[in-house]
């Protein structure tokens, strides 16, 4: 599993990575008391950028804090960027890590080494943050996915404006409001094929979103023209084309 999401109950874990890593699964509640819980994430490439879907969302004011691991210590992001709220709606958090500090690819348990509030764990080479809040959060806050997202309904409609209508997306699926699931398939297919072309080959290489927006949004565009099938196979194949060539780019 690529990517790993624990909650951590006053020191107990409880791991939401099954749920969390589909799309469309069960919620995962969290009761978050400040100064006591922590929530989790590893990721096999750096990034500097989460989406986090929200569905029982909190009402109490709080603040963000987001650490990553250095190897000895947690160490604070500079820049965060908390679009959720602290977890009041769906959204992006951004962050740039420490540079004096770094980020380090870990196991949780290693040579006797362990990772402060992972040690009942034993998980192999790992990119590790963690998010806490400065207040309780409201009882009870739920996730339905937390993952890399590169591109939204908005930049999909700044080049496929016919996307944006209600008709379409209803000729996809009833009741259909979003292209969001298939813009984290499509996000999921632009780090497969870097990974795949070599175009990611070192840790140091982050996950920045807004550098694979644009590559993003052809995929996402040629995979919703290949559901309405046989109709649209040339905007489909103008759609991978531009996607091809994106990212090469």
């Known amino acids: 599993m690529n990517k790993r999401i624990f909650y951590s109950d006053n ?8 749920n969390l890593n589909k ?15 922590y929530i ?10 989460l989406f986090l879907k929200v569905v029982e969302v909190n ?6 804090y987001v650490e990553v691991w250095d190897g000895d210590s947690w160490e604070f992001v500079n820049e965060l960027i908390d679009e959720t709220g602290a977890l009041s709606k769906s959204g992006y958090i951004t962050f740039t890590p420490d540079r004096d500090a770094g980020w380090l690819m870990e196991d949780t348990s290693t040579n006797g080494g362990n990772i402060p509030g992972l ?12 998010i806490s809040f400065d207040a309780d959060l409201s009882d009870p806050v739920s996730l339905s996915w937390v993952g890399h997202i590169f591109a939204d309904d908005a930049d999909l409609a700044s080049e496929y404006p016919d996307l944006a209508k209600s008709s379409v997306k209803a000729a996809f699926k009833t009741g259909k409001t979003d292209w969001e699931e298939q813009m984290v398939r499509a996000s999921e297919v632009v780090i497969e094929d870097l990974m795949i072309n070599r175009n990611i080959i ?3 290489q982050i996950l920045d979103r807004y550098d694979y927006k644009s590559a993003t949004i052809q995929k996402c565009a040629e995979i919703i023209f290949n559901a309405f099938g046989d109709d649209f196979v040339d905007q489909k194949q103008r759609a991978r084309e531009e996607y091809q060539r994106r990212l090469s780019i």
Do not use: H
């Open 11 to 18: 020191g107990i874990l409880r791991d939401l990575s099954v």
């Open 59 to 64: 009402e109490n004011p709080a603040n963000m």
């Open 119 to 130: 040690e009942s764990l034993k998980i192999y080479d790992k990119y590790w943050m963690r």
């Open 202 to 204: 070192d840790s140091s």
């Open 40 to 49: 989790y994430f590893g990721s096999r490439l750096p990034f500097n950028s």
């Open 23 to 37: 799309y469309d699964s069960i919620e995962s509640e969290i009761t978050y008391i400040s100064g006591e819980d």
